[in-house]
């Protein structure tokens, strides 16, 4: 069964997450305050960071890097680590 949340990236309210995605208090609060979608955005973000920073998880210091975005993408409104992701140009009908 699904539970809605008032989303703290979106505005809206919106399906929420299933269970926490992290352990913790930062998962419970993530649980608590972000939809499925806003999650997605993130993991699509995070995906980009890894990515583009060559970040090896094994490491601590991208964990904590990866955090810290994270709280700002969700929670503290700071400027996001920027990528070089460009979307795809809209097809003309």
Not at 23 to 36: A, F, M, T, Y
Request: charged residues 30%.
């Amino acid at each position: 069964m699904s539970r809605t949340v008032h989303c703290i990236k979106l505005g809206i309210d919106a399906e929420g997450l299933e269970r926490p995605p992290l352990p913790g208090p930062l998962g419970k609060r993530i649980h608590e305050q972000v939809s499925r979608k806003a999650w997605q955005m993130w993991i699509e973000h995070q995906t980009r960071l890894i990515n583009e920073y060559r970040l090896s998880l094994a490491d601590a210091s991208a964990r904590k890097q990866l955090s810290e975005e994270l709280e700002k993408f969700f929670f503290d409104g700071g400027e996001l680590t920027r990528t070089g992701y460009v979307a795809p140009a809209s097809k003309p009908d």
